[in-house]
């Protein structure tokens, strides 16, 4: 789990790992030694204060070489929000994110369907389940030049329920892969859908799925 300077949700991230059962280890912004981990989880907040441009500063901090390292080598990689910002940012996803439609932040629920179950992220997911999960966000509307494509070559991993589409994003799109599917990045939060005592549990098969996934590996 890698933090920067403002991230916010790393520790919900660590606690939803812990919860279905897999060690969560901690890393600083300034590690170059990721410790051995089985895959890499980015995680939502304000890296950096988002002064320039949401995950613009955090995609040049050093532990990003060597997120692209283990990335480029086939290792899993989870970016959630912010997150999901910095990668694209740092060129390991495709598109980018810009202000949400209307300029408002958006906090709520929303249903989310699994477009692609060929990733190790959403591998134990039901697409005929939509996942309810909360999104929380000023900068989630995904844009990118050519979705059609994206969608023919199966990088669009998950999408907004018809109605549902909080910010925007250009063909529903909440969550997309890199070509290999190692890499996933999505605005909505699995992490804070995971526990029944605290609400809905759509972000479960996420996590689900990279335990899964780390058994075969």
């Not at 190790?120 to 929380?136: E, G, H, I, S, Y």
Request: proline share 9%.
């Amino acid at each position: 789990m890698v933090t920067f300077p403002g991230s916010c949700d790393d520790r919900d991230a660590l606690a939803a790992v812990r919860l279905m059962g897999a060690t969560g280890v901690p890393l600083w912004h300034g590690d170059d030694d990721l410790r051995g981990v089985d895959a890499l989880v980015v995680p939502g907040g304000f890296s950096y204060g988002d002064y320039l441009r949401c995950g613009a500063i955090a995609r040049f901090s050093p532990v990003m070489g060597a997120v692209a390292r283990f990335a480029h080598d086939g290792g899993p990689v989870l970016g959630i929000c912010n997150g999901f910002q910095v990668l694209c940012e740092a060129g390991l996803l495709p598109g980018a994110l810009l202000r949400n439609a209307g300029l408002r932040f958006v906090c709520r629920e929303v249903r989310v369907l699994v477009a692609s179950t060929a990733t190790p992220w959403t591998r134990a997911c039901d697409p005929a389940k939509p996942l309810t999960v909360p999104v929380k966000h000023g900068e989630g509307r995904y844009v990118h030049p050519d979705p059609a494509r994206l969608r023919g070559e199966g990088q669009v991993v998950f999408c907004y329920a018809p109605g549902e589409n909080p910010n925007g994003s250009l063909a529903d799109i909440a969550g997309v892969a890199n070509p290999a599917g190692n890499v996933v990045g999505l605005m909505p939060h699995p992490e804070h859908a995971v526990d029944p005592l605290l609400g809905p549990t759509g972000g479960r098969p996420v996590f689900e799925s990279l335990l899964a996934a780390a058994a075969i590996r």
